[in-house]
């Protein structure tokens, strides 16, 4: 099953298409292959499953760490950090995934 996000054109990392493939459990961003880890894999799913809406870190952690009490707020902020370097966040253009503060993030697609 293939989730396609953006399909902007431009030179902007953040604006190439990005593409999840869940069977081959591939991503690739333009026309290359984004190396993911299983949990930033999880983590991107959840966000093209949860597209354009507003999850908290807690929704977060309950969906993708399955509830781990041993997680925290700030595991979820570093890997989301670690997966804004690897889809192409570019600090001066338009985000994929959004930071909304004192409630969590926000992916746009």
Request: hydrophobic share 35%.
């Amino acid at each position: 099953m293939l989730i396609p996000n953006l399909e902007k054109a431009g030179n902007n990392p953040a604006s190439e298409k990005l593409t999840l493939d869940i069977s081959a459990h591939q991503v690739t961003l333009g026309d290359r292959e984004v190396y993911l880890t299983l949990k930033e894999f999880d983590l991107l799913l959840f966000f093209t499953n949860n597209r354009n809406r507003a999850v908290s870190r807690s929704q977060i952690i309950k969906e993708v760490w399955a509830n781990d009490p041993l997680e925290t707020d700030r595991t979820v902020d570093i890997h989301v950090c670690r997966l804004r370097k690897k889809i192409g966040a570019d600090p001066n253009g338009p985000q994929r995934i959004v930071t909304l503060t004192k409630i969590g993030y926000r992916f746009k697609g």
